[in-house]
């Protein structure tokens, strides 16, 4: 085969491929719709790219027949990616990772089938890292430490911000571990949950609303462990089970 006819064939494949892909657009009863290729198959080819009423893209997802599977990305209007969400069978399972606009992480939480579990960051918007703390099973677990801005270690009261401004709380700290009474806020001031640290780890009972104000459920840390928890006023369930809130 001579060097001339290789080109050729590469360019026959390659016109090939894209003959046999074909763009669909699906347009949602609120006027936002997702763009996507199919396969020779006629089946999507991830990942899945949506878009707001104006155009602007909002996000995209990735699916293994009819679950999320693979990264969902989502973007500010602005086009700057804002979160990575990572999803196995229609569960997340591994990092979720949230992003300041420059594009630095703001902070890294690991999910383990749908649960956060492991060792969860946040980070300062110069890199540093901010906070370190154990989380099992969707609930906190074992110490968690805070350093400022420079690395050291926290000696003072802080207040810690979420991302995209969803709500905020304050700890006193000592040398980096928060002790003492300490309450979870949402950005309109209503309470997301009370609790205390004693030296850096959760003890004793932590309170959780709902948005009216009611108490939703309590749990209880003896020394940084789960130990049971408590569905509104109802019965006690021992053992760890996932909470439907931001980690904190």
């Given at each position: ?54 155009g602007v893209l909002t996000h995209t997802r990735s699916y293994l027949g009819q679950m999320l599977n693979g990264p969902l990305t ?175």
């Amino acid at each position: 085969m001579t060097p001339k006819v290789i080109p050729v064939i590469c360019f026959l494949f390659a016109t090939q491929f894209l003959a046999a892909q074909k763009t669909d657009t699906t347009r949602f009863k609120n006027g936002s719709y997702c763009v996507f290729d199919r396969d020779k198959d006629g089946f999507p080819i991830n990942p899945i790219e949506y878009y707001d009423t104006t155009g602007v893209l909002t996000h995209t997802r990735s699916y293994l027949g009819q679950m999320l599977n693979g990264p969902l990305t989502i973007y500010d209007r602005e086009g700057r990616k804002t979160e990575l969400i990572t999803f196995k069978g229609g569960l997340r399972h591994g990092n979720n990772i949230q992003y300041f606009p420059d594009g630095s992480v703001h902070n890294i939480w690991p999910y383990r089938m749908g649960a956060v579990h492991g060792n969860g960051r946040t980070y300062h918007p110069n890199g540093q890292l901010e906070w370190s703390m154990g989380l099992k099973f969707g609930r906190l677990h074992g110490l968690r430490v805070l350093r400022d801005s420079t690395g050291a270690k926290c000696n003072r009261e802080y207040t810690t911000n979420f991302p995209k401004n969803k709500g905020y709380y304050t700890t006193s700290n000592i040398n980096g571990r928060p002790h003492g009474k300490f309450s979870v806020m949402r950005s309109d001031s209503t309470m997301i949950y009370t609790g205390y640290f004693n030296k850096g780890f959760p003890d004793g009972e932590y309170i959780y609303y709902d948005k009216a104000g009611k108490v939703a459920y309590r749990d209880y840390y003896k020394k940084g462990k789960f130990v049971e928890s408590i569905q509104g006023e109802g019965n006690s369930i021992s053992g760890s089970e996932p909470q439907d809130d931001v980690p904190h």
